[in-house]
């Protein structure tokens, strides 16, 4: 294996997230982008074992947002990519049991609703009854429903997202362990070490 001797950009990491940040890369102009991953192939760290839930029901503002720009990318991945990321809007369900919890379920809905979740939606026993007929409603009090939530697919995600960066030039290199970062005399980044030699890189 020869690693090229100098890159614009080294990602540490080929699952999804270092897919995706190498394709956004390379769709910004950045052509010189390589990828380390000490895996021997594509999906064999935590992309492959993740379970394949999304939601923007969360209970900070900022995870809410950052979910609604996901969900985005979700309806337009497979334009984007040609790859089909089996985004499945099956819902969330979120039952309580007291009235505090219910209370907590509420407040989050609240500001999930600021934020522009507007589907989101309280639920009483009756409605869960009818969203899932399957559960035991034994002491539920209510609780939150949002219908676009659901489920992806993350080996999907990363092949769409790593033939997305290939096809705009982004090299992709396996087997290979980054070892330590290279830095000047003034702590500045110079180059990426890894078991497969050296790599001059800025970022």
Same mark, same amino acid.
């Given at each position: 294996? #020869?690693?090229p001797s100098?890159?614009?950009?080294?990602?540490?990491?080929?699952?999804?997230?270092?897919?995706?940040?190498?394709?956004? $890369?390379?769709?910004?102009?950045?052509?010189?982008?390589?990828?380390?991953?000490?895996?021997?192939?594509?999906?064999?760290?935590?992309?492959?074992?993740?379970?394949?839930?999304?939601?923007?029901? =969360?209970?900070t503002a900022?995870?809410?947002?950052?979910?609604?720009? #996901?969900?985005?990318?979700?309806?337009?991945?497979?334009?984007?990519?040609?790859? !089909?990321?089996?985004?499945?809007?099956?819902? =969330?369900?979120?039952?309580?049991?007291?009235?505090?919890? $219910?209370?907590?379920?509420?407040?989050?809905?609240?500001?999930?609703?600021?934020?522009?979740?507007?589907?989101?939606?309280?639920?009483?026993?009756?409605?869960?009854?009818?969203?899932?007929?399957?559960?035991?409603? !034994?002491?539920?009090?209510?609780?939150?429903?949002?219908?676009?939530?659901?489920?992806i697919k993350?080996?999907?995600?990363?092949?769409?997202?790593? &033939?997305?960066?290939?096809?705009?030039?982004?090299?992709?290199?396996?087997?290979?362990?980054?070892? &330590?970062? &290279?830095?000047?005399?003034?702590?500045?980044?110079?180059?990426?070490? #890894?078991?497969?030699?050296?790599?001059?890189? !800025?970022?």
């Amino acid at each position: 294996m #020869s690693l090229p001797s100098r890159a614009a950009v080294v990602v540490i990491g080929g699952g999804v997230i270092g897919a995706s940040v190498a394709h956004h $890369l390379a769709q910004r102009g950045v052509r010189d982008v390589v990828v380390l991953d000490r895996a021997d192939g594509p999906g064999l760290g935590s992309t492959g074992k993740a379970t394949g839930g999304f939601r923007a029901q =969360y209970g900070t503002a900022i995870n809410v947002r950052l979910s609604l720009l #996901s969900r985005e990318k979700l309806m337009r991945f497979e334009e984007e990519t040609g790859f !089909d990321p089996g985004y499945e809007q099956a819902g =969330y369900l979120w039952m309580a049991t007291t009235d505090a919890a $219910l209370e907590t379920l509420r407040a989050g809905n609240r500001m999930q609703r600021d934020e522009g979740l507007a589907e989101a939606v309280m639920v009483s026993p009756e409605d869960i009854a009818r969203i899932n007929p399957a559960l035991a409603l !034994d002491g539920v009090v209510g609780g939150a429903f949002c219908p676009t939530d659901g489920f992806i697919k993350p080996l999907e995600m990363l092949r769409g997202y790593r &033939a997305a960066a290939e096809r705009a030039g982004v090299r992709f290199e396996w087997g290979v362990e980054v070892r &330590a970062l &290279a830095r000047d005399s003034k702590g500045r980044l110079r180059g990426v070490e #890894s078991s497969a030699g050296v790599i001059e890189t !800025d970022a």
